[in-house]
C-alpha cells in the first residue's frame, strides 16, 4: 500500500492558464475527496466521488473547476482559466466506504498563479 | 453545517513539557479525526476517533460524542511534534460524506 499519490506537488502557471492535478487513492477505497487549503486555514471540502460517480460538490468549487474519476480509480482535478485566488494547497483524500470512513490525504498539489 | 473550533490557537512548549489540545463540534458525528501538518503540507493521520480514548506512544486522545468534544494529549513533547494540529469531523446528518476542519492548533516546541 503506497498510499494516496498526487501529482505534480509544485505547479506555477500564469494567470488565464489551464491546469490539471491527478490523485490516485489508496487501491481498495472507493471513496476520493478533493479539499482546497488556503494560507492560516484548515482544508474546505470541494467535491467526493464514490466509484465513479461525483456525488456532492461545494459551492468552492465554481464553474471553472471540474473532477472526474473515470473507471472509479485514479481522479484528476481540472482548473480553467486560472485567477490568483486559486493559488492553494489542493488535496486529496481516501477511504473505505463503510462504517470505518478513515480518510488518507496525500502530499497535495501547491498551486501558485502568477 | 457542522461547525468545528478548536483551542488554542498557538501554543509554544518547552521540549519535555505536556499539552492538551481540544475540539469542539457542533453536532452528532460518524467520524473524527485528529491530523498533524508536517512543514511540507500533507496530513498525517493520529487518530480515527469517533467516540472513546485511544493511545498511540505519546499520543493519546479522548471524544466525549455526548458532549460534542474531543482532547488530544501530547506528553513529553519533542521538537518534532511541532506544526498543526487539525480536527476534522464528519457529520451524521446534513453535513456527512466530508470531513469539516477546525482552524489547527499552530505547536511549537522548544529546546
Known amino acids: 500500500d503506497t498510499g494516496v499519490s498526487q501529482n505534480p506537488r509544485h505547479k506555477i502557471t500564469k494567470r488565464g492558464q489551464n491546469v490539471t492535478f491527478r490523485c490516485d487513492p489508496i487501491s481498495e477505497h472507493n471513496r476520493l475527496y478533493w479539499y482546497r487549503q488556503t494560507l492560516g486555514q484548515g482544508p474546505e471540502f470541494l467535491t467526493y466521488f464514490q466509484n465513479e460517480a461525483q456525488l456532492e460538490k461545494s459551492r468552492l468549487l465554481s464553474d471553472r473547476f471540474s473532477a472526474e474519476r473515470p473507471k472509479g480509480s485514479f481522479s484528476t482535478l481540472e482548473i480553467q482559466r486560472t485567477e490568483q485566488g486559486d493559488s492553494a494547497m489542493y488535496l486529496c483524500?481516501?477511504?473505505?466506504?463503510?462504517?470505518?470512513?478513515?480518510?488518507?490525504f496525500g502530499q497535495g498539489t501547491r498551486l501558485t498563479v502568477v | 453545517g457542522i461547525q468545528v473550533e478548536q483551542s488554542p490557537p498557538d501554543l509554544i512548549l518547552q521540549e519535555g513539557a505536556n499539552s492538551t489540545l481540544r475540539c469542539n463540534f457542533s453536532d452528532s458525528v460518524n467520524n473524527l479525526q485528529w491530523f498533524h501538518q508536517n512543514p511540507w503540507g500533507q496530513l498525517i493521520n493520529l487518530f480515527y476517533?469517533?467516540?472513546g480514548t485511544k493511545q498511540n506512544g505519546r499520543l493519546s486522545a479522548t471524544t466525549v460524542a455526548t458532549e460534542r468534544y474531543s482532547l488530544l494529549y501530547i506528553s513529553s513533547s519533542q521538537t518534532t511534534d511541532s506544526g498543526v494540529y487539525f480536527c476534522a469531523v464528519e457529520g451524521l446528518t446534513g453535513g456527512g460524506n466530508k470531513l469539516t476542519f477546525g482552524t489547527g492548533t499552530q505547536l511549537k516546541v522548544e529546546l
Open positions: 483524500a481516501s477511504s473505505m466506504d463503510s462504517s470505518n470512513t478513515e480518510a488518507f
Open positions: 476517533i469517533p467516540s
